[in-house]
């Protein structure tokens, strides 16, 4: 497999920023027990103001749960990521290009990320890596995971499909070829159990992901050719989109 862009660095300096916040948490609630916990040495006498302070210790304690999960999330993110590529490294020949973690701006001029995109001879996929661990059910459209979840991986996955199809045309690359760009939900953790019911697009586990990209034949023949100027074109409106962002 020929890889176009490596994986980037924005998961991993969001999990190195959230564990920093964690840290500081912690930094800036020890400071409020020590000041204000009693027959310790700090302890400093606030008057009137006694009450208030010790209430606004809740501040940091809810900063120490919420960047703790932002750094659980974001670490996660980065070890199913790394999962996914050095599976599809190790597995897809020559014939495949690869383009990671793909930063873009949506219609709603929000930044969305797309983890994969692998362009084959008989296809284009844009993959979406989830590493849940645990049960994960999707049944009549919806998803249940043990914990909160923010957004549909499905939806995600099926965003972020639109957007290379579109870039792939905005390119101006190639003028009449049409590309169904195939979104895939990939669940990279072997401690994942799935239970999934007439899915709006296809959800697999991580040892079953190259089978369904080299399987797949949707009458498509694009040669290595075509697929690098595919990338390339992709790249092109990461770049512009960054740039207009800014």
């Known amino acids: 497999m020929k890889i176009l862009k490596p994986s980037g660095k924005h998961l991993a300096r969001q999990t190195q920023k959230s564990l920093l916040m964690v840290v500081l948490c912690i930094a800036a609630t ?14 400093i ?3 009137d103001y006694e009450v ?3 209430l606004a210790m809740v501040f940091p ?3 120490i749960w919420h960047y703790w999960k932002r750094y659980r999330d974001s670490k996660m993110g980065v070890e199913g990521e790394n999962m996914v590529t050095q599976v599809l490294k190790s ?4 014939d495949y290009y690869l383009v990671n973690d793909v930063l ?19 296809g284009v996929f844009a993959i979406e890596t989830k590493h849940y661990r645990g049960r994960v059910t999707y049944k009549s459209g919806f998803w249940r995971v043990p914990f909160p979840l923010k957004r549909s991986p499905s939806s995600q996955a099926k965003g972020n499909a639109f957007w290379v199809n579109k870039a792939i045309k905005a390119s101006g690359v190639f003028e009449t ?6 979104p895939i939900v990939v669940f990279s953790n072997p401690d994942v159990k799935l239970e ?3 899915p709006e697009v296809e959800v697999v586990t991580l040892d079953k992901l190259v089978n369904s990209i080299t399987s797949y034949d949707n009458g498509y023949s694009f040669s290595p050719e075509q697929l690098k100027l595919m990338g390339e074109g992709i790249l092109k409106q990461v770049s512009q989109a960054t740039k207009e962002s800014r």
Do not use: M, Q
Not at 31 to 41: A, D, E, G, R, Y
Not at 177 to 182: A, Q
């Open 45 to 47: 006498d606030l008057g």
């Open 177 to 182: 070829l049409k590309v169904w760009v195939k």
């Open 196 to 198: 999934i019911v007439d």
């Open 52 to 54: 208030p302070f010790v």
């Open 104 to 122: 873009y701006i949506n219609d709603r001029n929000k930044k969305e990320n797309i983890d994969h995109v692998v362009l084959g001879p008989k």
């Open 61 to 63: 304690l809810a900063g």
């Open 91 to 94: 597995r897809l020949n020559d």
């Open 30 to 43: 020890s400071i409020f027990l020590l000041i204000s916990f009693p027959k310790l040495p700090t302890r």
